[in-house]
């Protein structure tokens, strides 16, 4: 006998259970993420730096990400989130990869792109967000990231993606 339920819903993510053959599997669902790894005219990496409840007391560098809303494109939610978490309007986007962001539990997955930014408006967080934003150049994120000071697994994808394209 198959069995499936939602076991919990909230605004962000839902929990499903399924019951088959003497199995329980537990399922995490919510939206698909949109990134930006964001380059200045200068060169340098827009990148922003805050502490989350789920990681403890100590501030985490990320490349500017969200859900995707729903009627929103990947690419329409990036550059929403972009300008919102740094107040940096992100022009022509271009695919670098899509990353699933916990297999293990759900299917969620992060659209990575690549664009160039530019300073345009105040940051608009939401309540509970404080995001600093941060520029380095690609040495100054090797060495972040050597020092542990990216750990969010989608931004270490993104830099993965960054590694590997064309530019």
């Known amino acids: 006998m198959n069995d499936t339920r939602t076991v919990h819903h909230n605004p962000w993510f839902s929990v499903t259970l399924r019951e088959e053959a003497g199995q ?10 949109a990134m930006i790894v964001g380059t200045t005219t200068e060169g ?3 990148l922003i730096r805050g502490r989350r409840d789920t990681t403890g007391d ?5 490349f500017p990400c969200g859900a995707i809303e729903a009627g929103e494109t990947p690419e329409d939610a990036a550059i929403r989130e972009t300008l919102e978490e740094t107040g940096y309007a992100a022009v022509r986007l271009r695919p670098l990869g899509e990353a699933v962001e916990s297999p293990g539990i ?4 992060c659209h990575v792109f690549r664009a160039e930014v530019a300073p345009s408006t105040v940051a608009a967080l939401e309540p509970g ?4 934003v941060e ?6 994120l090797a060495a972040a990231i050597s020092r542990h000071k990216m750990r ?3 931004s270490l994808a993104a830099v993965a993606f960054l590694l590997t394209g064309d530019d």
């Open 135 to 140: 520029l380095l150049s690609r040495a100054g």
């Open 152 to 154: 969010d697994a989608g």
């Open 24 to 33: 329980t599997w537990y399922r995490v669902d919510r939206a698909d993420s």
């Open 106 to 109: 759900g299917a969620a997955t």
């Open 58 to 62: 100590h501030a985490l560098l990320e």
């Open 129 to 132: 967000e404080e995001w600093e």
């Open 44 to 46: 340098d990496l827009l």
